[in-house]
Nanobody
Framework: QVQLVESGGGLVQAGGPLRLSCPAS????????MGWFRQAPGPVRELAAA????????WYADSVKGRFTISSDNAKNTVYLQMNSLKPEDTAVYYC??????????????????WGQGTQVTVSS
């Protein structure tokens, strides 16, 4: 079992930055692959960024490449999402998620076992 709690969301002007945090409790997240999903109004929840095998390599959706950075602090059992040059289309609820380690990045929400409650990010134009 692992518990995830996101924080750091808020209202920001277009072009500005935000940093989301997701501390994990329970089993250390070195046992899991971590990812950040987002869901704009509607049913689709998309993967924005994730760690590959062993948390060394990263994966990004094309829409956030060059602007978002996923990172982690193993000592704090925390994963971060640094978001720069935010756009109004980045407005969404952002979720931290965990799945058992795998070599391939899993992009579908159903592949993740643990979820945080979500944090709202709103980017004004």
């Amino acid at each position: 079992q692992v518990q995830l709690v996101e924080s750091g969301g808020g209202l920001v002007q277009a072009g500005g930055p935000l940093r989301l945090s997701c501390p994990a409790s329970g089993r250390t997240f070195s046992s899991y692959n971590m990812g950040w999903f987002r869901q704009a109004p509607g049913p689709v929840r998309e993967l924005a960024a994730a760690f590959r095998w062993r948390g060394v390599n990263t994966w990004y959706a094309d829409s956030v490449k060059g602007r978002f950075t996923i990172s982690s602090d193993n000592a704090k059992n925390t994963v971060y999402l640094q978001m720069n040059s935010l756009k109004p289309e980045d407005t969404a609820v952002y979720y931290c998620a965990a799945r058992p380690k795998s070599f391939a990045v899993v992009v579908t929400p159903g592949g993740y076992d643990y979820w945080g409650q979500g944090t709202q990010v709103t980017v004004s134009s």
